[in-house]
């Protein structure tokens, strides 16, 4: 009985303390459950399409986890999820796949102004955003709704968990 008593209290302060570091988000934390891998690309092709580094890692985090050789129902390969017909193929290359991906997310971002609006056009497809933007309403995709939010938290988390290895500190 006293052995359960102490195995109880084991476990109940274990779960204190992973409740209380999971609320709390301390960087090292977040760097644990978001790892960034490719930093001289990430960093190197932010600084090119004046992109912030943050924004680039979390987009790649949320469509691929850092991973080079998913591929999505939909055909998109790489870091960055890349049709190949608009990567003309070679998007399965992880460097060429972040310029690629950077060079379109500055794209977006120079024709659209801002940033939510962009994420969504990286999401949803110029097509429905522009659509979107004539029927004067918002993001009409619960999916795509989902992932800006998602894209804009991931950020956060980066610039706070890896803002040197970003070259933002």
């Known amino acids: 009985m006293r052995r359960l008593v102490v195995v109880a209290a084991v476990a109940a302060a274990v779960a204190g ?3 209380y570091v999971n609320a709390a988000s301390p960087p090292w934390y977040e ?3 978001y790892p960034l891998a490719y930093q001289q690309i990430v960093r190197g092709h932010a600084r090119h399409y004046r992109l912030d580094p943050a924004l680039l890692a979390a987009v ?8 080079p050789d998913v591929r999505s129902s939909s055909g998109a390969v790489g870091l960055m999820q890349l049709l190949p017909a608009t990567a003309k193929g070679i998007a399965i290359h992880t460097e060429i796949n972040v310029r690629y991906g950077a060079w ?6 120079d024709r659209y102004g ?3 609006t962009a994420l969504a056009a990286y999401n949803a497809g110029q ?7 004539r029927e004067g309403g918002g993001i009409r995709f619960t999916e795509t709704r989902d992932y800006v939010r998602r894209v804009e938290h991931l950020k956060q988390i980066y610039r706070d968990a890896y803002g040197h290895e970003l ?3």
Do not use: P
Request: hydrophobic share 40%.
């Open 17 to 19: 303390a992973f409740a």
């Open 31 to 33: 760097r644990l459950r």
């Open 60 to 67: 790649i985090y949320q469509e691929s986890k850092f991973r």
């Open 104 to 109: 379109y997310l500055r794209h977006l971002l």
């Open 114 to 116: 801002n940033e939510e």
């Open 127 to 133: 097509k429905n955003v522009d659509r979107w933007i």
């Open 167 to 169: 070259g933002l500190t």
